[in-house]
């Protein structure tokens, strides 16, 4: 954060302590002696906050403050007024001044208010790169982001969506994996055709062999009619499988079926129905270690895993914190009919801050909690859950300045090694891969450490 601060100021003593002693405190200082030079200043360079006092020759800090405020936006007024002067305060403030001090100034306090203004600015510098990139990423729906990791997702889906390959989408619960599995199929030559999407592990498995592909009439006690199954219902469309894991052992091989033949039998049927479909899956566990532990076929696995795509985790994604919580605040303000136009700084803060296991859902479930408690134009601390208010990190730590606590490097390992399962949310094949492991030699060391992870 580069925190420069451009000094209005006629009076040279004033200015020069000013400067100096800023410039101690670790900010950037230009001083100029006049309304006009300090417009122009901000016109050629970037400053972050401009700090003018209100009483000067010519042109005064309040005009100067409306000027900068018309033409940059982006940098924030602080003015100088002397104490008692409450009206002309008031009046700054309405100019459009972030904020006021009085003169005599206490410097202390006049770096702390300029210190949350260089925090202020940077946030609201945060927020317009986010909207911009919400603008720019309008052709991928309601799958919101502009981190490095969410670029990276947009340009992976859009090489894949033209094609009719199988696709794994692999994530944490609540990242948007079925989000991602529509936009793959409204980018691809099928959007005009069916999406349908089935959770695997929603259905018994008595229903779910009927749900997926149908059944004629009398196939089963309670099967009147013949009812078409999900895969025929997907015919030149897509359908998207959630929670793949949880398929039951015995009906894997009739998906196998269906993804190398493209036929389909219903119950009790005797005749095969050619449908012509795009399988895209989901899953939130380790597929691979589903295999090792017999509880999902290989030759299956084999099949569906032709072009996994992982879903980042909200912890991994920065700033898309604050991208979101503004995307679902505006969604629910118009639903309730509330006018609530932003977040304030502390509880983006808290936001930012909190390491959001349940991710995006999460986050959506917060925010429409906090707009329902709001009481002011803008959600504050007070509005968040109690877990999020109360949150603090505890950043991954293996050394100490105390040769007495020093680790070993077996515990160093061990204590990495579960670390990055935990980031990877328990995925042990992402972790291998980080980890610069083969999947058995995880398991060997997760076995040791008497921690086999999920």
Known sequence: MQRRI?????????????????????????????????????????????????RMPGEDGISLC????????????????????????????????????TKPVDLDALAYTLSRAVQHRALLERVRILSRAVEESRRF????????????LYDLL???????????????SGTGKELAARVLHGLSGRSQGPFIAVNCAAIPEALLESE?????????????????????????????????????????????????????????GDAEIAVDIRILAATNRDLESRVDEGKFRADLFYRIHVIPIEIPPLRARGNDVLLLARHFL???????????????DAAAERLLAYDWPGNVRELRNCIERALALARFDKLAVE????????????????????PAELLSMEEVERRYILHVLKLTGGNKTTAARILGFDRKTLHRKLERYGSPGE
């Open 141 to 152: 729906d309601e799958l919101v982001g502009a981190s490095p990791a969410m670029k990276r």
């Open 212 to 268: 997926l592909f149908g059944h004629v009439s009398g196939a089963f006690t309670d099967a009147k009619a013949a009812r078409k199954g999900l895969f025929v219902q997907a015919h030149r469309g897509a359908l998207f499988l959630d929670e793949i894991a949880e398929l039951p052992l015995s009906l894997q091989p009739k998906l196998l079926r269906v993804l190398e033949q493209r036929t389909v039998r219903p119950l009790g």
């Open 330 to 344: 505006q969604d629910f303000a118009a639903l309730m009919g509330k006018e609530v136009a932003g977040i304030s």
């Open 383 to 402: 509005d968040l859950p109690e877990r999020i208010r109360a949150y603090r990190s505890t950043p991954f730590q293996i050394g100490s300045e105390d």
């Open 6 to 54: 451009l000094i209005v100021d006629d009076d040279k003593s004033m200015g020069e302590m000013l400067e100096a002693h800023l410039g101690r405190k670790g900010f950037s200082v230009v001083w100029k002696v006049s309304a006009q030079e300090a417009f122009a200043a901000v016109c050629a360079e970037d400053f972050d906050v401009v700090l003018a006092d209100i």
């Open 66 to 101: 409306e000027r900068v405020v018309t033409n940059r936006p982006d940098v924030l007024v602080v003015v100088m007024t002397a104490f008692g002067s409450l009206e002309t305060a008031v009046s700054a403030l309405r100019a459009g001044a972030y904020d006021f001090v």
């Open 158 to 172: 859009a090489r894949v969506a033209p094609l009719d390959s199988t696709v794994l989408l692999a994530g944490e």
